[in-house]
């Protein structure tokens, strides 16, 4: 069964920094993809931050303009994403996600794509 938790969620200040953890089970990162997506609010789409392939190949929001950069942890099964130089735009509240589907060397980006989700962890920004 897999399971997904995160942490390191919480309030920091324009331009400040934060770690986000996501311990999984019932997973090998060899053989599934991560990703990092967010939610502004109710009823907002849910957009990617950042996702690592199970190959360890990247792809971070462009639009995000290198806020964020995602790596993961095989042995210890945990997936992070360090946030710097944050902004009021970047309050949301952050899902880890994980997929098994094998897309033959395409990375997913769309949350449709994954399977599991965590329960998030709220990142807000104040000015």
């Known amino acids: 069964q897999v399971q997904l938790v995160e942490s390191g969620g919480g309030s920091v200040e324009a331009g400040g920094s934060l770690r986000l953890s996501c311990a999984a089970s019932?997973?090998?990162?060899?053989?599934?993809?991560m990703g990092w997506f967010r939610q502004e609010g109710p009823g907002k789409d849910r957009e990617p931050v950042a996702?690592?392939?199970?190959?360890?190949?990247?792809i971070h929001s462009v639009v995000m303009k290198g806020r964020f950069a995602i790596s993961r942890d095989v042995a210890k099964t945990t997936l992070y994403l360090q946030g710097t130089g944050l902004q009021p735009e970047d309050t949301a509240m952050y899902y880890c996600?994980?997929?098994?589907?094998?897309?033959?060397?395409?990375?997913?980006?769309?949350?449709?794509?994954?399977?599991?989700w965590g329960q998030g962890t709220q990142v807000t920004v104040s000015s």
């Open positions: 996702v690592i392939d199970r190959y360890g190949r990247t």
């Open positions: 019932g997973v090998s990162f060899n053989a599934i993809d």
């Open positions: 996600a994980a997929g098994d589907v094998d897309w033959r060397g395409y990375i997913p980006l769309r949350p449709s794509q994954y399977s599991y």
